[in-house]
């Protein structure tokens, strides 16, 4: 079984550009999160997907956006990219269904922005 | 929101000994999960531990178990006969039983000393 894919893995961007990520979450997994690590933040939560429809949101500005497409594949969009946005960028699927201990994360490798 | 407090930016073990990482959490909820995820150097995050807050009995997987202490809402992690493989960025996480958002700690970085 194929894990979490992320593309791309290491991006570099200057600052007012924007970016889009992509992840493919493990088969038959329809929910799809993701999250921010920086150095001393840990991981900060930004979405999460469900069946095409987001169902939680962390806090975070506008310029922060996803979506998640019928094959439950996800991307996520950074515009107007400012220096603060260099992180790791996590994706990590699940089953999706709350409720159930079998219910856990799975993360991908993650995508390594950098902002200059 | 649950917050996930781990109060250990850093500790390190002696290869072949045991270790433990401590987590707090904050909740209103009687009904959660709690996990420990790991985090290699330049490696993906993988799920160590879960926990069950209904069951009493704590968790093991292998060298691995944890101390959850349901009324102190206390979760920690215990790594028996350390490995240099262990080494690694920790992760206690929260996860309520009616959504799927995980809450996380901010971590602690295990060094293995040989």
């Known amino acids: 079984k194929a894990g979490v894919t992320q593309t791309p893995r290491y991006l570099i961007k200057t600052r007012g550009q924007q970016v889009t990520l992509s992840c493919s979450p493990i088969s038959g997994h329809r929910s799809v999160s993701w999250y921010q690590q920086t150095p001393g933040q840990g991981l900060q939560f930004l979405f999460e997907y469900f069946s095409e429809t987001q169902r939680n949101k962390g806090n975070f500005p506008g310029r922060f956006s996803g979506r998640q497409f019928s094959n439950s594949r996800s991307e996520m969009n950074v515009s107007t990219l400012e220096l603060g946005d260099s992180a790791l960028y996590l994706c990590?699927?699940?089953w999706g269904q709350g409720g159930s201990g079998a219910n856990v994360l799975t993360f991908g490798a993650g995508s390594r922005l950098t902002v200059l | 929101a649950q917050t996930v407090t781990q109060s250990q930016p850093e500790m390190s073990v002696q290869e072949a000994e045991t270790v433990t990482l401590s987590c707090t959490y904050d909740?209103?909820?009687?009904?959660?999960?709690l996990f420990w995820y790991k985090q290699p150097p330049s490696r993906q995050m993988i799920l160590v531990i879960r926990?069950?807050?209904?069951?009493?009995q704590n968790a093991t997987e292998n060298r691995f178990s944890v101390n959850f202490q349901k009324a102190a809402k206390s979760f920690s992690l215990k790594i028996s006969d350390s490995q240099l493989g262990d080494a690694a960025m920790y992760f206690c996480a929260y996860r309520s039983n009616t959504g799927n958002q995980f809450y996380f700690g901010t971590g602690t970085s295990l060094t293995v000393i040989p």
């Open positions: 909740t209103s909820e009687s009904d959660y999960y």
């Open positions: 990590a699927s699940s």
């Open positions: 926990q069950e807050a209904y069951k009493q």
